[in-house]
């Protein structure tokens, strides 16, 4: 059972930048950031395979970046010129393998907010 930690939301206006954290209990292989917004199904934003892949989905692309730490047991995001639409609750996620489904990850932490106002 790999147990996830998010921190770094918050409120901000939008055009400016937050950094969201999220630690491990143990190295883990693939990593991923989703967001849930009131009333939309959970989407996943950027992840990071075990061999280092990046992904982001396109509407963050340029935007976000994600990374992570040298031992694989923390992830990073780092949101600039965010937007209201950006709002949301973010969750990290871990597992084995890749998957763009957020139904096939087995482990997450219980989510930070962002908002973001106009």
């Known amino acids: 059972q790999v147990h996830l930690v998010e921190s770094g939301g918050g409120s901000v206006q939008a055009g400016g930048s937050l950094r969201l954290s999220c630690a491990a209990s143990?190295?883990?292989?693939?990593m991923a950031w989703f967001r849930q917004a009131p009333g939309k199904e959970r989407e996943r934003v950027a992840s990071?395979?075990?061999?280092?892949?990046?992904r982001y989905e396109d509407v963050v692309k340029g935007r976000f970046i994600v990374s992570r730490s040298n031992d694989k047991n923390s992830l990073l995001l780092q949101m600039n010129s965010l937007k209201p639409e950006d709002t949301a609750r973010y969750y990290c996620?871990?597992?084995?393998?890749?998957?763009?489904?957020?139904?096939?990850?087995?482990?997450w932490g219980q989510g930070t907010q962002v908002t973001v106002s106009s």
């Open positions: 996620a871990a597992n084995h393998y890749f998957y763009f489904s957020p139904e096939n990850w087995d482990w």
């Open positions: 143990e190295i883990t292989y693939c």
């Open positions: 990071i395979d075990d061999d280092d892949k990046i």
